[in-house]
């Protein structure tokens, strides 16, 4: 073997070693529908903390749906609630101090969502998001959310489309985690926290 070929063989070695030793790329899921006062740079900066250890000190208390609970095949989409002690706290910035607020964006459905990301559309770039964040995802085991969305609110009323996604996993467990944080001008200044443990429900076949 020569010093060339016996080099290019040590590089190849070396490279595979150092891609064997590298964390695995987190996957893709795609942005979360968005409602309330939710932007989706301010998503960015959740996603950035999402890998921390899972806190759980001032997680939300979801009020809906409760533990285990079961919905008919023909009920309504439902509103869920929580409530969170990040509303509460008193270390923040008062809001006279707040030079920029996120303007109320619109609730984006879930077939916008899709629709996007086949022929995505350009934002317009919006003031740096200040305030309390939800990012609330429902999955049926596989390694995206089935319905994910991101909301400033205490509750979210599910639209029809996320409701008929949810519907092709009837008979099955689904579970939702909420992760929510504070954050000041894009940036989380509390958390992220999330529930110890996903809260599981069902969607009823009959």
Not at 19 to 46: H, I, K, Q
Not at 131 to 138: N, P, Q, R, S, T
């Amino acid at each position: 073997m020569n010093v060339k070929h016996l080099s290019t063989v040590c590089v190849a070695t070396l490279a595979l070693a150092t891609s064997a030793c590298e964390p695995n790329t987190p996957v893709d899921c795609g942005e979360p529908l968005y409602a309330g006062r939710s932007t989706d740079e301010a998503w960015r900066a959740l996603v950035d903390v999402k890998p921390r250890p899972i806190d759980s000190s001032r997680a939300v208390d979801l009020v809906s749906p409760s533990v285990g609970e079961v919905y008919p095949a023909n009920a309504t989409p439902p509103t869920w609630e929580w409530t969170s002690p990040l509303s509460a706290s008193l270390q923040r910035p008062a809001e006279g101090m707040l030079a920029l607020k996120a303007a109320p964006r619109p609730s984006r459905s879930f077939g916008a969502w899709l629709g996007e990301l086949i022929l995505p559309t350009a934002h317009a770039h919006l003031p740096p998001y200040t305030g309390d964040l939800y990012w609330v995802e429902i999955s049926a085991g596989g390694e995206c959310p089935v319905v994910q969305v991101l909301t400033s609110e205490l509750s979210w009323q599910m639209d029809d489309t996320s409701w008929a996604e949810l519907g092709k996993h009837t008979g099955k467990d689904l579970t939702v985690q909420v992760m929510s944080a504070y954050l000041v001008q894009n940036r989380v200044t509390e958390g992220p926290f999330r529930l110890a443990e996903p809260r599981t429900f069902r969607r009823s076949a009959q």
